[in-house]
């Protein structure tokens, strides 16, 4: 196949990395292998564009997951380098941003000074990276300050917005019902203030280290960015799970299911594998170094890389099938494509619940 | 007095405002700016209790451990044994083992990333130690001055510790694979054999270079506690005269025996100390009590909420926010024990377990290289900054070393069952009684018909950064920041007042000078932009809050935790 090929070749280094085919070569080997295949092509060209890049991270409704996240990166050699651009020499072996609470050194009146410094990085080299959800006034207030004027005050001075997070993209949990905090997403916030920017959503809860460094290079490198209707990057949320990428689908084209969770070999639709209805690059990524993911664990997708999740992918282990919600309204979760794997998946299930009983029937 | 407030305090979890209302010491060498109340204010809510109520019970576990994405397996896993209790189903040893292994790696990543990226940077600069400052020259300074190595290194092999993480859970933080009854994950032989091969480093990491950080800062520590003493003019022995709380401790225990899972689940119904666990459970006031589920009361009357006081977590009803209440200062509750204020986290663990006498081997598990012995004896019945560290540094060991055999167990169980899959119950209620690693932690359900009615979480930084309890005791980091002192000079003054000499050789960057301790930090500092490191200016005067920012850090705070349904 012509997309096998291009793999041999990229992995094989034959194609040269720029900025055109930045996006190009992240979709075809995910984040992750991206990452490792061209290192050096990407040191080369950040420090072609050597220039003195901030970044702000602030924390609203947030468990700091995404924080933690970033800190796993496969690559903190990228890292390195990224952060010698975008905070001079410091050499931290993270990327420091100006502002980031949940490590950088200063406290208190300092750490509020550190966005005041921010602010008056030079224009167009400016990345503000929100995590958390905006809530309502007074639920979350920093250094005497509404969060959302946190957020508002920061994102005129924004060169590049990222949100991180199924938080941050659309809400996640604490938006989950009743949401009690009307919590919401940052693109969300921002259009109900009537602020007319662009906010490059990156979901999964929490969100990917590896995605996230591809994103900040590419927006270092000025490579485009194509969004989907949900603002995420193509290159990494227009594969589905289920139908595009998971190893485990031939389990489900023959009817062998995983029936209880740790045992045997299967699909992981009958605990609830979110897979159909999630687009998302996991299987090919992976988390954590290359290491693993859901699935491969034995765990059922969740679906946290989605619009309306949690509360459309829930309960969590029910099957896709019984997902009344999901079913009901898919132009809430994904494009066209969306319609016609559910209509596959509800042939699929009926098919196979007629087999299962056939069988059960067979074997008493 | 004046009041000095830190807004935000950074590098913990979550948003914390702590406001500390000062009084003026006098002693023979001058006037001392001390702290006289402190008070503790959590900033942010997201109510997360309301959240969950009607909910399918097995997906509690997946929404609450996002309360925190830094300790988010600790609350999947108190939730999951509080959802087994409700559904009456005990997991398999096999599964026992797995999230021993599972949990075991996680703790491993916390107390590191936590002993060198949050706490660290404050104690290797008192300490003068520079493996344990930030890397602020890069790799050059590590590689000619030592600077930062240790930092660097822990960034990397928390990563490798979360990778374990990954291998039986899916990934972290969020790990997917736990399931009332057992486990998701298959155990492997591959599975067993890479975590293995990652631990070999990551042990020898903890047992080399860890302890022996640990072992710098305490002979350092006498040297603050001199120059100290001698500025202030009072007896001040270092680090373990910083950040007393009240000398009473409660552990719920950890890593439970999967052969003896029975003892484990025993203090749900009756007071005890889980003695078979690695980590027992216990209510140390002075010396070991067993732990008494009933003895446990949340207090709201500083609290933003309009909820009755005083009640066990099965009896509260959800929060009712109230941002106006009178008197009010806080998202968080004021848990109390048998109505008095408990410290939680790895120093009540190690206290009660071992007491206060701690001898850990160390043999290379491997190897079989004989490394002697951790040894240390807590030095502050009360609590303080150094024994707080020094457990943490103890548990990590510990904990490191055990894996070992938990993994070798887990092979003799290869090919047993790893779940007994229990689905639903239509009436249940259970707790869960686990520990993250900032302490003690539980989980309540109530579930009606199939869904849930009720959820509870008592959080370790509610205990530790709870504001005052209805009888105005003050909460346990409140209390331990009383006494502090606020010295009106910079961290690099500070560094000189300790470190007087010049014996920082900086020839290695070329410069062939000896400097100060402070001379050296300065334009390090400077160059960060952090020459005003840790000073807040209050009416004119600039305190500097580094020791109290040490006294905070030192419980670990974790306030996304503390304010699920709190606001900080």
């Known amino acids: 196949m012509i997309i096998n090929q291009l793999l041999v070749d990229l992995k094989g280094g034959s194609v040269k990395l720029t900025r055109r085919n930045f996006v190009k070569l992240v979709s075809a080997l995910g984040a992750s292998a991206f990452l490792t295949t061209y290192k050096s092509d990407i040191v080369a060209a950040l420090e072609e564009t050597k220039d003195y890049w901030h970044i702000a991270w602030l924390n609203g409704g947030a468990c700091t997951g995404c924080t933690i996240s970033f800190a796993q990166t496969a690559d903190p050699d990228i890292l390195q380098i990224l952060t010698e651009i975008l905070v001079g020499n410091s050499g931290m072996p993270i990327v420091l941003p100006d502002y980031m609470e949940t490590i950088h050194l200063a406290s208190g009146s300092l750490a509020e000074e550190f966005k005041e410094r921010w602010k008056r990085g030079k224009d167009g080299r400016r990345i503000l990276i929100v995590e958390g959800a905006i809530q309502d006034p007074g639920y979350c207030v920093i250094a005497g300050k509404d969060f959302r004027e946190h957020v508002l005050d920061a994102v005129k001075y924004a060169d590049a917005i990222i949100a991180v997070g199924q938080c941050a993209t659309f809400g996640g949990i604490p938006a989950a019902k009743p949401n009690p905090t009307n919590a919401k997403g940052l693109a969300d916030f921002l259009r109900e203030e009537g602020v007319n920017k662009e906010v490059i959503n990156l979901p999964l809860c929490p969100v990917n280290a590896d995605q996230l460094v591809v994103t900040l290079a590419a927006v270092v490198i000025g490579a485009e960015i194509e969004l989907d209707d949900y603002g995420r990057p193509k290159m990494f949320f227009s594969t589905n799970m289920h139908n595009d990428l998971c190893p485990y689908r031939p389990y489900y084209d023959k009817g062998q299911f995983v029936e209880v969770p740790g045992e045997g070999e299967g699909c992981k639709y009958k605990i609830g594998c979110k897979g159909p209805i999630t687009w998302t690059d996991c299987p090919l990524r992976k988390w954590n170094n290359g290491t693993s993911y859901c699935v491969e664990a034995g765990a059922p997708c969740i679906g946290c890389s989605e619009p309306g999740w949690p509360d459309e992918f829930s309960p969590f282990y029910e099957e896709v099938s019984n997902l009344t919600s999901a079913i009901i309204d898919p132009t809430k979760l994904g494009t066209g494509i969306f319609g016609a794997t559910l209509a596959g998946i509800g042939v699929h299930a009926v098919r196979r619940s007629l087999k299962s009983k056939k069988e059960v029937e067979e074997n008493e | ?568």
């Not at chain 2, 900033?43 to 109520?53: A, C, D, P, Q, S």
């Open chain 2, 1 to 568: 007095m004046s009041s000095v407030v830190i807004d935000p305090v950074t590098r913990i979890e979550g948003h914390l405002r702590v406001e500390m209302r000062t009084k003026t010491l006098e002693t023979s060498t001058g006037n001392w700016t001390v702290v006289d109340e402190a008070y503790c204010s959590g900033t942010m809510f997201r109510g997360i209790e309301i959240i969950l109520k009607g909910r399918d019970p097995r997906d509690a576990w997946i929404i609450t451990q996002r309360i925190c994405g830094v300790c988010p397996a600790p609350h999947a896993e108190a939730s999951m044994q509080a959802i087994e209790a409700a559904f009456n189903v005990k997991p398999t040893p096999l599964a026992i083992l797995v999230r021993n292994i599972l949990h075991g790696a996680y703790y491993i990543y916390d107390h590191i990333i936590h002993t060198y990226l949050l706490i660290g940077p404050e104690l290797g600069v008192l300490a003068k130690y520079p493996p344990m400052v930030p890397p602020a020259l890069g790799k050059e300074g590590i590689a000619k001055l030592s600077l930062g190595s240790s930092y660097a290194q822990a960034l990397d092999i928390q990563r490798k510790a979360n990778e374990i993480v990954a291998m039986w859970g899916g990934k972290f933080p969020h790990h997917q694979t736990e399931y009332p009854g057992g486990m998701a994950v298959k155990p492997t032989a591959e599975r067993i054999a890479k975590t293995l091969s990652k631990m070999t480093e990551i042990w020898s990491w903890i047992a080399n270079v860890m302890v022996r950080d640990f072992m710098k800062i305490l002979e350092a520590n006498e040297r603050i506690g001199e120059a100290i003493s001698t500025i202030l003019d009072v007896d001040f022995r270092g680090l373990q005269d910083l950040g007393a709380s009240t000398g009473n401790f409660l552990s719920y225990g950890l890593f439970p025996d999967h052969e003896n899972y029975d003892d484990w689940l025993s203090i749900l119904y009756s007071p005890g100390y889980r003695k078979s666990a690695l980590i027992n459970a216990g209510a140390w006031d002075g010396e070991r009590k067993a732990f008494d589920l009933k003895k446990i009361e949340e207090y709201v009357r500083y609290s933003w909420y309009e909820n009755a006081s005083g009640l066990h977590p099965s009896e509260e009803d959800l929060p009712k926010p109230n941002k106006e209440k009178d008197e009010a200062y806080s998202w968080l509750k004021a848990p109390r024990y048998d109505k008095r204020v408990y410290e939680v986290g790895p120093l009540a663990r190690m206290i009660n377990t071992f007491g206060t006498k701690w001898k850990i081997p160390m043999i290379n598990p491997v190897t079989g290289e004989d490394l002697g012995y951790f040894e240390y004896e807590v030095q502050n019945p009360q609590g303080s900054v150094i024994d707080r560290v020094a457990a943490r540094v103890a548990l990590t060991l510990l904990i490191a070393t055990k894996m070992f055999d938990w993994l070798q167990e887990a092979k003799s169980y290869l090919g047993e069952k790893v779940t007994v899959k229990k689905d639903k119950v239509r009436e249940g209620e259970g707790f869960g009684l686990w520990e993250a690693p900032r302490g003690a932690l539980l989980h309540y359900i109530r579930v009606r018909d199939y869904r849930i009615d009720r959820y509870q979480a008592v959080v370790p930084s509610t205990w530790n950064f709870s504001p005052r309890d209805d009888f105005g005791q003050p909460g346990a980091a409140e209390r331990a920041l009383e006494g502090t002192w606020l010295p009106e000079m910079s961290v690099a003054k500070i560094c000189d007042a300790i470190y007087p000499e010049k014996d920082v050789d900086l020839s290695p960057l070329g410069i062939p000078k000896k400097v100060s301790w402070g001379e050296a930090l300065a334009p390090a500092l400077k160059q960060l932009g952090l020459a005003r490191l840790n000073i807040e200016k209050v009416n004119g005067s600039e305190y500097n809050t580094t020791l109290a920012l040490l006294v905070i850090r030192s419980f670990d705070p974790c306030i996304a935790c503390a304010v699920h349904v709190l606001r900080c």
